[in-house]
């Protein structure tokens, strides 16, 4: 087995190679751009983890997992320019440093580019990899769209956002990793078992994300701490303190979520109250540990050794007692 | 062999299959609008018509006509968010029905779904279609960006230009005829020698487009005749004129592309007039036929019946005698 950071430099020197100069620049310009703006590289890493896992050289997993991280960023790209985001990593989005129409051209290429890193995979491989991709893409896509109608709807229920954080995120942590399970070979119930791991470990990692948003350390944390509170996002948090609090309180509550402020530490503050006092802020954690375990417990299914399946508990545990 | 409305119904019961109630609706509802739009359909049908002529049933090739209707939909979505089209067929553009947020996100999900189609064929099959597609798809985003970048370009050169019709026109053309090729499982060469000629038809295909935008007739030419010299769109005819009029006429016609008025009939006219005077309007005429006629040429290479080729030779020149 590797290490965590081997994988992340046999990543990054990929990803050196396929930002190579071609033409039209305006096209393809924004694909360098937006792919070095760096990021935790988590899913790739995920895709070579498990390829290790199974027993394959790590290396055969480069394709799939730089797949995996075009198709991400252009999840990001384009959600970017739905969302008006001005920032992405603390930089420029490509719509913003470009304009909106390069936005969409250079994100369509890279949805192509993804599909195209399959193809040095043999026929087999190629077919059950690109068909786990077009699945889990659509998925995404779907997530996204339920994430917008939800910003205008009030009467959201916890299984509904938990379906939409699923597709919108967890997904694709799943598919990583059994993107490394297919190309190791390994067997179908292994397969389908570490998708599951990885499924239940996005979803913690976005209700974890939920939280941090609000309870995070301004010190360490890289976003603005209390952004979804600014934003009005009903978040698991959110959700979860309406249903608890007593009427008089979520009214309140609703009321804070209806207006867009110029000086947001107030509300920040008045709703992480609500947040505590309600229970939800708890919850919130017990959800995180509750899905967290019911991964671990997908790890006793695999038929891997023993210490490989301690190497993905304490990744695990490492990204849900992270501070970023 | 069939006849082109065979291969046209087919496809449009198939057509029927695919756009079935699917969840969140504001991502799949503006799929099935597009789709159902109407149009020549000329890209499935040359796929079902290749997949019969190199001996296949032709319906096995309907998920590959499938897809490159999908795909070319896509692209018009996207394509009509970039050039802000209001309308599409005489009827509302996605993102004005709408918005631009569901226009970026079902072409996405339209742009999955086409690779999607290629599942129902077995796996080397599926990797022949799967890597045509993204090498095509790619092309004809450069096409697009090509496109972009020359309206802010007045040095474009008609090399450039004929590059940037056959990457955002012709190779989806020559794509859609090698699929049913690569369907029909015909030799390697036959599935080549399909593409050039779709490749070359396309080109004369779009140069035709753009003589029948200025010199159509306007009683069944189905867009506005002149719609391109109103937005002083580059075009074979211009930059042919502009290479065959002298200084102060190639002046007088830069000029004229350099405006944006209220009414453009004069404008219209005079133009038109240009191309007629230079010898552009010929030079195109000229054009359509030499890449028609290198197109007929390909024929002769390919492996199969006279019957057969003359067929292909038929809806060649119905296409390029087209008023629509």
Redo the contacts between chains.
């Keep these: 087995m590797h290490s965590i950071d081997q994988y992340r430099d046999s990543f990054l020197e990929e990803l050196n190679k396929i930002t190579v100069d071609k033409?039209?620049k305006?096209?393809y310009e924004p694909v360098t751009y937006i792919l070095n703006l760096g990021g935790k590289r988590l899913r790739p890493i995920l895709t070579l983890m498990s390829a290790d896992i199974f027993g394959a050289d790590y290396k055969k997993g480069l394709s799939a997992a730089m797949a995996v991280e075009v198709f991400h960023n252009f999840s990001l790209v384009?959600d970017d320019?739905?969302d008006d985001a001005p920032l992405r990593r603390g930089q420029q989005t490509v719509h913003e440093k470009w304009d909106?129409?390069t936005g969409?051209?250079s994100?369509?290429?890279m949805?192509?580019?993804a599909?195209?890193l399959f193809?040095n995979y043999n026929?087999?491989t190629?077919?059950a990899l690109?068909?786990l991709f077009?699945?889990t893409?659509?998925e995404v896509?779907?997530g996204?769209?339920?994430d917008?109608?939800f910003e205008t709807r009030d009467d959201v229920t916890i299984p509904e956002y938990l379906k939409m954080i699923e597709y919108k995120t967890a997904v694709l942590v799943g598919a990583a990793m059994k993107m490394g399970a297919i190309v190791a070979e390994t067997s179908e119930e292994n397969q389908n078992n570490i998708y599951q791991f990885g499924r239940l470990l996005g979803i913690a990692f976005q209700l974890q994300d939920d939280y941090l948003d609000a309870f995070g350390d301004p010190e360490t944390f890289g976003k603005q701490v209390g952004g979804d509170i600014i934003e009005n996002k009903k978040t698991y948090l959110y959700l979860k303190a309406l249903a608890f609090l007593d009427k008089k309180d979520s009214i309140q509550l609703e009321q804070l979520f209806s207006v867009q402020l110029d000086d947001n530490s107030d509300k920040i503050e008045t709703v992480k109250q609500y947040f505590i006092s309600s229970g939800s802020a708890k919850a919130t954690q017990d959800a995180i540990k509750e899905y967290t375990e019911e991964a671990f417990k997908v790890l006793d299914t695999l038929s891997i050794a023993d210490d490989k399946k301690s190497l993905l508990k304490t990744f695990g545990t490492s990204l849900m007692t992270r501070s970023v």
Aim: charged share 20%; hydrophobic share 45%; proline share 5%.
């Design positions: 033409e039209p305006n096209l384009h320019i739905m909106i129409n969409i051209l994100g369509d290429a949805l192509i580019m599909y195209q193809e026929p087999i190629f077919q690109a068909k077009s699945k893409a659509l896509c779907e996204q769209q339920y917008v109608d």
